[in-house]
C-alpha cells in the first residue's frame, strides 16, 4: 500500500512539474528554448524560402515557422492585424510598405552590427527596416525580330512610342504586377504625372499585350511572339544566358529600382529570435546565400545574378507606396480591358 501510494505521489510531482513548466514556458516549452523559434511573413518564392531559410537555422540555431504571400496579400494581412502582427518578422517586404509601416508604428527599431558594411541609402537611420536585395526594370528586344522587320532597338523610355512599335510592345499590367508599377511609377517621377499620364496614352498605341505577371514579357519577347518587352532585370538576364537572341536594354534616361527589406514588427513576440534573423541577413553570409538567388545585393562586394550595373534613378519610394493604390485604380479605368 505504501509502496503503491509513494508512486502516486512521485508521479503527481512529475506532472506538477510539467504544468509549471508550461505555465513559464509557454506552449510546451521553457521560455529560453520558445525564443528559438522565430515566426516570420515572406513575400520570397518557395524555392528561395527553402534555400534561405535552410541557411538562416544553419547560422543561427533557429527554427523558423512562416506564412508566404504576394506583396500585396501580405500587406492587406498586415493592415488587417495591426497593431499586434502575426509575425516577428517580414523577410521581403518592398520598401515603400516598409516605410508606410513605420510611419503607422508598427516598426521596432533595431541597430543591427551586421549591417554596418551596407551603405547607407539602402538602410533605414533608425533601423526599423533594413534593404537586402534589389532589382529594377529593363527593356528587352528579340535581336532576329528586329532584324527581319527592319527595326532598331530603343535606347529610351521615350524610343517606344515611335509608331513603328505599333502591336510590337507587350508590358505586364499595373493592376497586378509590381514590375509594372515600378515602371509607371518611375516614369511619373522622371516626368511628372500629368506628363507620365499622356506618355502612357501614348505607349498604349503600341502595345499588343499587358500580362498579368512581370516575366510573361520578357519570355513572350524571348520565344519570338513579340518585338519588345517592358520587365524587369532578372527575367531578362536569366533568358540571356539560355541563349535567346534577346537583348538587356537600360533606357538612358534612367530606371527605378525596388528594394526589398526586412523588418521587425514592434507587437513581436520573439524579440531575440528576430533580431538574430536581421543579423544573418545583414551579414556576409546572409548576402552571399541571397546573391545566388537575386539580382543584387546591398553589401558591396558580392555580385548577385544579374551583372550588369544599370543607370538607376533617384527613386521615390515614400511617394510610390502613397499613390500606388490610386495610381493602380486610375490605370485600370483607363487602359484595363
Known amino acids: 500500500m505504501f509502496s503503491r501510494g509513494r508512486g502516486h505521489f512521485t508521479l503527481g510531482l512529475v506532472l506538477s512539474g510539467l504544468v509549471a513548466a508550461l505555465v513559464v514556458g509557454g506552449p510546451g516549452l521553457p521560455q529560453s528554448q520558445a525564443q528559438q523559434v522565430v515566426n516570420i511573413y515572406t513575400t520570397n518564392d518557395p524555392p528561395e524560402n527553402e534555400a534561405l531559410f535552410k541557411e538562416l537555422e544553419a547560422a543561427t540555431g533557429l527554427k523558423v515557422n512562416h506564412v508566404r504571400m504576394s506583396s500585396s496579400e501580405l500587406w492587406a494581412r498586415v493592415q488587417a492585424e495591426q497593431p499586434r502582427v502575426g509575425a516577428d518578422v517580414q523577410w521581403g517586404m518592398p520598401n515603400a510598405f516598409a516605410r508606410q509601416a513605420k510611419k503607422q508604428g508598427l516598426l521596432l527599431s533595431y541597430k ?10 539602402f538602410k533605414d537611420p533608425d533601423g526599423t ?13 528579340n535581336r532576329d525580330i528586329l532584324a527581319k522587320k527592319g527595326l532598331t532597338a530603343p535606347k529610351s523610355w521615350d524610343d517606344l512610342l515611335d509608331p513603328k512599335w505599333k502591336g510590337e510592345v507587350v508590358m505586364p499590367n499595373p493592376g497586378t504586377s509590381g514590375t509594372a508599377y515600378l515602371a509607371v511609377s518611375g516614369l511619373f517621377q522622371l516626368m511628372g504625372e500629368e506628363k507620365g499620364w499622356k506618355y502612357l496614352e ?19 519577347v524571348a520565344r519570338g511572339e513579340y518585338a519588345a ?14 541563349g535567346f537572341p534577346i537583348e538587356f536594354i537600360i533606357p538612358t534616361e534612367g530606371t527605378p529600382l525596388d528594394l526589398d527589406t526586412i523588418v521587425i514588427f514592434k507587437s513581436a513576440k520573439n524579440v531575440e529570435a528576430a533580431k538574430k534573423v536581421v543579423d544573418f541577413v545583414g551579414s556576409e553570409r546572409g548576402m552571399r ?11 558591396p562586394g558580392i555580385p548577385g545574378l544579374v551583372t550588369i550595373e544599370p543607370k538607376l534613378m533617384n527613386y521615390d ?21
Not at 533594413?130 to 529593363?138: D, E, L, Q, R, T
Not at 519610394?317 to 480591358?337: P, T, V, Y
Open 112 to 121: 543591427s552590427p551586421a549591417w554596418e558594411g551596407v551603405p547607407a541609402e
Open 129 to 141: 527596416w533594413y534593404g537586402w536585395s534589389y532589382w529594377f526594370n529593363a527593356i528587352t528586344v
Open 202 to 220: 501614348a505607349l498604349d498605341k503600341n502595345v499588343a499585350q499587358y500580362t498579368k505577371s512581370g516575366s510573361a514579357p520578357a519570355e513572350m
Open 229 to 242: 518587352a517592358i520587365t524587369w532585370d532578372q527575367a531578362v538576364m536569366s533568358r540571356v544566358q539560355k
Open 289 to 299: 546565400a541571397a546573391a545566388k538567388l537575386r539580382s543584387k545585393v546591398t553589401r
Open 317 to 337: 519610394f515614400d511617394w510610390a507606396g502613397a499613390n500606388q493604390e490610386r495610381i493602380m485604380k486610375a490605370w485600370k479605368d483607363k487602359f484595363g480591358k
